[in-house]
């Protein structure tokens, strides 16, 4: 596929939030032991695809129309993911639909087994409850920003009186 069959991309600003898409896609992508790394991109729902993937840039591309679906958007990074690998195998020309489909299905269940697999593990430390994700800062969960810290964290901690010198009076 070229940049011409590629929908128009969304600003990242309108990316859905909290989507599990990145993190199924890296998933699937060392699974299948492909090359680089796979990113995900969205576009507007355009009533012809829900995904594609651009070999050039090792690029999935989803519709927000799968956002509030998770398994739907799991369903078609396994069908995008056989893709690529029909790629990264030298069947790119070949592209099988059909195969495709039943990988999206086949990945639905793998992407299940690998959370409960990370449920167990979480379970089983003792350390938390659940696993968790860490957002990136800036996050909404994060403090807020403090133009004063230095001056705060400097008052509270004790200070060893400077040495006079004669040229100091």
Excluded: C
Excluded at 10 to 18: D, E, G, N, S, Y
Aim: hydrophobic letters at 40%; glycine letters at 8%; zero cysteines.
């Amino acid at each position: 596929m070229s940049d011409r069959d590629l929908p128009v991309a969304l600003p990242i600003a309108q990316w859905p939030r909290h989507s599990i898409a990145q993190a199924a896609l890296t998933f699937g992508w060392k699974r299948a032991r492909l090359p680089g790394t796979g990113i995900v991109e969205w576009f507007r729902p355009d009533g012809k695809r829900l995904g594609q993937f651009d070999e050039e840039k090792n690029e999935v591309w989803l519709s927000t129309e799968l956002a509030d679906n998770e398994t739907e958007v799991l369903r078609t990074i396994g069908h995008e993911l056989e893709h690529a690998v029909e790629h990264h195998h030298g069947h790119g020309a070949l592209f099988d639909e059909k195969r495709a489909q039943l990988a999206g299905d086949r990945f639905v269940k793998l992407w299940d087994e690998h959370i409960a697999d990370l449920h167990a593990k979480v379970a089983a430390s003792g350390v938390a409850r659940e696993p968790f994700q860490r957002f990136f800062a800036g996050s909404a969960f994060d403090a807020g920003l403090d133009d004063h810290a230095f001056q705060t964290v400097e008052a509270r901690q004790p200070h060893a009186r400077r040495p006079r010198y004669a040229y100091d009076e």
